[in-house]
């Protein structure tokens, strides 16, 4: 086992199939391939357990590791993490409950939460309640990420990094 893995992000290969950015990832020397999962379907939910069972074979018969996903909120539309509405946030959890599942069926280990736009916070939001609602969301998808042996990072930005990022991490 190499001390260090390299992995590199499946959409900088869009429109290709995954099967062929694992081989090509594997052919260039890639340990792993991280995965948008908006490259793949709009939802994860529309993503069948024999597809997922596809994806997970055809990463092991390239030699590539799927290590997680990332870029998780960009689909389905209307995510956000901490908004005031709490049919939104549960809407949301629920989403970031089934990234976990897909995750967990596809033989990833990580969920890398970028997503500026999906947690900026709004003019006009209470700060304090915007904190606490973005708190709770993250909190409720604890136990599936234990259950299912993921872990969910939540990755740092800067206040202004939303606006650099179109598909929205």
Known sequence: MRPMKISICNELFEGWPIEKVFDYAAHLGYDGVEISPFTLSD???DLSAKRRGAIRRAAEKSGVEIVGL???????EGLYINHPDEIIRIRTQEYMEALIHF?????????????PHQRTVQEGWDDVETWNSAKETFEACLK????????YCIEPLLPDQHQLHQHGG
């Open 43 to 45: 939802s994860v939910l």
């Open 70 to 76: 990332h870029w998780l909120l960009a689909k389905p």
């Open 103 to 115: 995750c967990a069926d596809i033989g990833g280990k990580l969920l890398l939460h970028g997503s």
């Open 144 to 151: 599936v990420a234990h259950k299912r042996n993921v872990i």
